[in-house]
Structures are given as C-alpha cells and as structure tokens.
C-alpha cells in the first residue's frame, strides 16, 4: 500500500509541476511560437494569395492562362508524374536493400541515399552540368548520338530525381528495421516467393510510409527551383518550370503574374499540408503505418 500511495503523491506532484515549466513559462513559449509563426510563416502565404487576386479575380485567371504559365504548369506536374513513381521505386529497393541484407558498405549506402539532403541543389545542378553538359564527361558522345540532356526535359528531371531521391527511402527504411524480417522469414517458410513475400507481407506493413514519402518528393518536385534553374536553361515557354517562371515573371515586372502563379505552389504546399495531418491521424488509429517514423 505503501508504494501506491507513493506512486499517488508522485503523479499529483507531476501534475502540479508538468514538463516545459509553470503556466508563466508554458505562455511565454506558447506566444513566442504563435508570433513567430504569424509573422515568419502565416503572414507571407496570406501576401501571396491577397497579392495574386488583388486585382480581381478576372486578372488573375488571365495571369494563370497565359501560356507560357499554362506551360510551367504542365512541365510541373509532367515532372512530378515521371519523378515521383520513379523515386517511389527507388525508395522501396534501397530501403528493401538496406533492411533486409546484410553486406558490406551498408553505411556507406545509406549515407549515400541521404546525400542530396547534405548537397546545395545548385551545386547538383552544376554537378550535372560537368557530366551531361556540352564539354562535359558525356556530353560529346551524348551529342554526337543526337541525344540532347542539358538544357532540355531530361535535365529536368534528373535534377528533380536527384534533390528528391532520399524522401521515400527515409520514410520507409527506419520503419523496416524497426519491422524487422520475422514475418518475411515466415511466409519464405510457408513457400512463398520472394515477389510473393513483398506484395503479400512487407509492402501492406509499409503501405502509409510509402504514400507519406510519395506526398512529401511530390511537394519538393514541384517547388524545386535551385538544381533546375542550372540544368534548365530557364528557356521562357520550354524549360520553365512554375518556380522558374514565377522568376521570369517577377523579373518582368509583372508582379500580379508572378503572385498568380505563386498562389497555386501555395495551393500545393497548403493541400500537401491537409493530406499530410489526414494521413498521421488514420496512422494513429491503424498499426504498423509508420507515417511520421
């Protein structure tokens, strides 16, 4: 009894003395976050989206359905289409790879996938300008097969494949290992092919992280400004991405135009940000998702 009681008295004294301090701390740092995120994070998306239909709602479809904008728009969600199921697959190979196999260089594999993550995307860019370019490694058998990659679509969406590779496979590779390979290990036991055993058993127990990491690479693939705008050429009406022609835009002092076309990254960000909450609330009600891991 003794030790209840104790246990009793230590929770009520938790209870008088929460973590993160008294109720004079836990404001001050509640404000503090509050302001800094109004003025930091709030305040500039309310600018753009006031910014782009400040001058009417007829205006700003006109700045969206000019076409050199209709055409940032498509090479977007072109590149998106193409980036992220490859980065998707990618993703499942190498974190399949790193957790279920044991080798030699594992480390240096996994700090290989996380590379772009450590890299300037401008500095990618320009890397890819040295192999791919015109007088780089490739660039002279690549042009004497009439192969054109610098400066063209295929530029594009190597830099995006690049900047992106690391979202799916760290989403999924914390959450395999933690999964360990029992149940993999079972169903090879039972007879079940190697094909077999990833539809049937590690890729239901994965499903949710696959998805969160596809939102994410989709969310950067489409915002990426610095490796494209090396690699791209920023070619008005061919090259341009969205960010690219929001730049081009501004540039030419079309202002409304530029915040037209930045209100629909906007629009991005804010649905990525939705299907993001959604996706981590259904995870906390269904076991194994690993979205959030």
């Known amino acids: 009894m003794s030790i209840v009681r104790d246990r009793a008295s230590e929770q009520a004294e938790w209870m008088h003395h929460p973590v993160g301090g008294g109720t004079v701390t836990r404001r001050i740092v509640l404000w503090t976050v509050l302001v800094l995120t109004a003025f930091f994070l709030v305040a500039p998306l309310v600018l753009i989206v006031t910014s782009g239909l400040s001058s009417g709602v007829g205006v700003f479809m006109r700045n969206l359905t000019e076409p050199a904008t209709v055409h940032a728009i498509f090479l977007t969600l072109l590149t998106a289409l193409i980036v992220v199921p490859i980065n998707i697959l990618f993703g499942l190979a190498a974190a399949w790879t790193v957790t279920k196999f044991d080798f030699r260089g594992k480390t240096l594999l996994i700090s290989l996938i996380e590379l772009p ?133 501004y540039q030419d002092y079309n202002v409304a135009g530029a915040f037209a076309a930045a209100t629909v990254l906007t629009a991005v960000a804010l649905i990525t940000i939705l299907i993001k909450v959604a996706l981590e609330r259904y995870s906390s009600e269904v076991p194994h998702s690993g979205i959030g891991h």
């Open 117 to 249: 993550y450590s890299i300037s995307p401008i500095v990618a860019g320009v890397a890819y300008l040295f192999v791919y370019g015109s007088q780089g490694l490739f660039g002279p058998l690549l042009e004497s097969l009439g192969i054109k990659v610098m400066f063209a679509l295929p530029a594009i969406f190597l830099a995006s494949l690049f900047v992106t590779a690391p979202f799916v496979a760290r989403e999924l590779i914390p959450l395999m290992q933690v999964q360990g390979t029992d149940e993999e290990e079972a169903a090879v036991t039972l007879g079940a092919g190697g094909f077999t055993t990833f539809w049937r058993v590690t890729l239901p127990n994965v499903k949710w992280a696959v998805v969160y990491g596809a939102i994410l690479c989709n969310a950067r693939v489409m915002g990426e400004f610095g490796a494209v705008s090396v690699v791209s050429g920023n070619i008005r009406g061919q090259t341009t991405t969205l960010p690219l022609q929001i730049e081009l835009l």
